[in-house]
């Protein structure tokens, strides 16, 4: 799990542009929510396949437990995952 969204930024792009994922399911979409509704630390549970980022589910955490980035601002919540 990672804390932040620095070293798989492009990665997730293009895993998002490999499985057609919508906007509110990219770094683009998730980092501002975090910054503008964001109640805990942000945290990205990832999948790596062959040395390629195959899954990310981002993530926040907060009060001991994981909770989604999502609220009633944001159209789409899910994980980016190539199968």
Same mark, same amino acid.
């Given at each position: 799990?990672?804390?932040?969204?620095?070293?798989?930024?492009?990665?997730?792009? $293009?895993l998002a542009d490999r499985t057609g994922a919508a906007p509110f399911? @990219?770094?683009?979409?998730?980092e501002p929510w975090q910054e503008a509704f964001g109640t805990g630390q942000p945290a990205y549970l990832t999948l790596h396949r $062959?040395?390629?980022?195959?899954?990310?589910?981002?993530?926040?955490? @907060?009060?001991g437990t994981l909770v989604s980035t999502s609220n009633w601002h944001t159209p789409l919540y899910g994980p980016v995952v190539e199968d």
């Open positions: 799990m990672l804390d932040s969204a620095d070293g798989i930024r492009a990665e997730w792009d $293009e399911l @990219r770094p683009g979409w998730i $062959e040395g390629r980022l195959a899954g990310v589910m981002p993530l926040q955490a @907060r009060r």
